[in-house]
């Protein structure tokens, strides 16, 4: 029985699928592999936790899945396109339309404010200036931060630059959203409060979400949790929330 055959969410259409997927690094004449044989079907909506130990291949997996990295073998079918047929252009354009993605340091331009970051990604779709407004106030809304849109990162807190972060993720409603450590540098209230936020991205607006992390209270929030050893799907967890 293979991994996608265990990965049952009860029915729904993909919108990742991997096939016999792996993915090895070289150093020198040195092959290392990180990922192999990973068959696996996420359907829409679904909000998974990628876990596993340092260097199980989670993060590598979320990079193949988000089109940040290519696989060395196998299939990868995302958002209806297969991620090997596209070109390094047609990629970029593929990300920019289909995934938002949230990282452990928020990386936000220090330089531009709250309202400046969150558009950063419509910028690259040739929205006009009043479109581009009414969705950033919107993206803004829904992480309530609406009173700090003119605030630079350096006057936010930890948690609101990750909440900055969540509504430029979403700003362009992509099909998937890609969590990398989210919480990791938070404490534990503005952790619960970006969990939380995350939950309702998945819940209220049906967003599917993968998200790696190391932390159990994290992946409590997830509906299904993906365990990775040593770069082979290991289980398939679901959570009762």
Known sequence: MNAADRFDLGGGEPVITLRDVAKSYWREDLEIPVLQGIDLE???????????????????LLNLVAGIDRPTGGSLEVCGYDLNDLDDD???????????????????VPVLNAFENVELPLLLTGAG??????????????????????????????????????????????????????????????????????????????????????????AHHARHQIHLEKGVLDRTVEVNR
């Not at 359907?43 to 936790?49: K, L, M």
């Not at 990629?91 to 938002?100: D, F, I, K, Q």
């Open 129 to 218: 200036r009043g479109e581009r407004r009414d969705r950033v106030e919107q993206a803004l809304s829904l992480v309530n931060l609406t009173d700090r849109m003119r605030n630079y990162p350096r006057q936010l807190s930890g948690g609101q630059e990750q909440r900055v972060a969540i509504a430029r993720a979403i700003v362009t409603d992509p099909d998937l959203l890609v969590a990398d450590e989210p919480t990791g540098a938070l404490d534990a209230k503005n952790a619960e409060e970006v969990l939380a936020l995350m939950a309702r991205l998945n819940t209220e607006l049906g967003k599917t979400i993968v998200m790696v992390t190391h932390d159990p209270k994290a």
């Open 90 to 108: 047609q990629l970029a354009s593929w990300r920019n339309a289909h995934v938002g993605f949230i990282f452990q340091n928020y990386n936000l």
């Open 42 to 60: 996420i359907p829409v909506g679904a909000y998974i936790a990628l876990m596993g130990p340092s260097g199980s291949g989670k993060t590598t």
